[in-house]
């Protein structure tokens, strides 16, 4: 069974960060950044009340082969030292397997979707012509749901699904230090829970600026999430490289 958990996000806040070392613009400014986060996914998760848990083990170009449609994207609106933070990341990936016999079923197909959505807002301990760090505080919305087809067998055309959803409060730093007016290094870290045990998210990366609109970015970054309830399990820890483009308006 392939399981995903987002799989693919908040590189978000990380990526969105304002570039040059400039002068402050007045009044509200905003950048969106679709990014492409190349990660693995290890853990382990239990569902359909099944009494054990089983193990996740699966890298990128695992979960590429089985891969149906991802969305990833960011967004920043920023005031003066104030600042709203957006992220989303949603995931769909598939398999299938055939079963020992195939009395009960010839194979079963098998699809997992996970979605995990930030929302929070910032305010900047400390704002320079070389860049900020920002005290940031919000929540983040998960959902993950499999299910499970059969065919052919005794349980030809059955479908069975399983699904949990659940919201974490989440705090941390996020910030920028620019080395030049193109070059800048950025990175954040939040930490939290509530309907998980604990929910965590680092990430760093260096940015270039093509122009005062344009920038990319590329870094690494790392999330896990240790969520149970009723027989429903989702360990997990993401990590990979991360690729991304911020376009401020």
């Not at 007045?26 to 239990?46: C, D, H, R, V």
Request: charged content about 20%.
């Amino acid at each position: 069974m392939i399981c995903s958990g987002a799989q693919a996000a908040d590189v978000s806040p990380l990526l969105t960060q304002d570039p040059k070392p400039a002068e402050a613009p007045e009044g509200w400014t905003f950048s969106i950044a679709p990014y492409l986060w190349m990660a693995g996914i290890s853990g382990e998760t239990a569902q359909f009340g099944l009494p054990t848990t089983v193990d996740i083990d699966a890298d990128f170009g695992d979960i590429l082969d089985n891969l149906d449609f991802a969305f990833m994207a960011a967004g920043e609106a920023r005031y003066d030292r104030f600042s709203v933070i957006g992220d989303a990341i949603y995931v769909k990936v598939s398999a299938n397997g055939e079963t020992p016999l195939g009395i009960f079923a010839t194979d079963v197909d098998v699809t997992s979707e996970s979605f995990s959505g930030l929302l929070g807002i910032g305010y900047a301990l400390l704002d320079g012509p070389a860049g900020h760090l920002d005290i940031v505080g919000g929540a983040k919305l998960w959902s993950v749901d499999t299910t499970l087809s059969f065919n052919g067998g005794l349980l030809g055309g059955i479908e069975r699904s399983d699904s949990a959803t659940w919201v974490d409060g989440m705090v941390g730093l996020r910030g920028k230090y620019s080395f030049t007016p193109e070059i800048y290094l950025t990175g954040w870290g939040l930490v939290g829970g509530g309907g998980a045990d604990i929910d965590w998210d680092v990430a760093m990366g260096v940015g270039y600026d093509f122009n005062d609109r344009i920038s990319a970015i590329a870094g690494y970054r790392a999330l896990g999430v240790d969520y149970s309830d009723d027989g429903f399990v989702f360990d997990v820890v993401q990590q990979g490289p991360i690729l991304g483009l911020a376009v401020r308006f």
